[in-house]
């Protein structure tokens, strides 16, 4: 079992910027790909995006390209969303999954872990 613990969410001015964490427990760690999802009040659960066990491949949802980063580090068994530019509309619960999959999976229910969130509102 993969236990998930995301920190480094906030309060944050429209513009700023924040980077979340997510470490995981367990000895595999590297051998799973990461996702990010987020969730408003009412709205579905919707991928942010991921990473592959490696690094060296990343998807991102259309509207976070360009302002939004996925990195991992697997000697600390960490995965990092590092959030700029952030908009009102980012405004969210942010979480962290893990999936035995190889490649990046979009949908919510190909992840097998999740952390517990950490919410993000960034003000207009």
């Known amino acids: 079992q993969v236990q998930l613990v995301e920190s480094g969410g906030g309060l944050v001015q429209a513009g700023g910027s924040l980077t979340l964490a997510c470490a995981a427990s367990g000895r595999t760690f590297s051998s799973y790909t990461m996702g990010w999802f987020r969730q408003a009040p009412g709205n579905e659960r919707e991928f942010v995006g991921g990473i592959s066990w490696s690094g060296g491949r990343t998807d991102y949802k259309d509207s976070v390209k360009g302002r939004f980063t996925i990195s991992r580090n697997n000697a600390k068994n960490t995965v990092y969303l590092q959030m700029n530019s952030l908009k009102p509309e980012d405004t969210a619960a942010y979480y962290c999954?893990?999936?035995?999959?190889?490649?990046?999976?979009?949908?919510?229910?190909?992840?097998?872990?999740w952390g517990q969130g950490t919410q993000v509102t960034v003000s207009s």
């Open positions: 999954a893990v999936t035995r999959g190889v490649v990046v999976m979009r949908r919510w229910n190909e992840y097998e872990y």
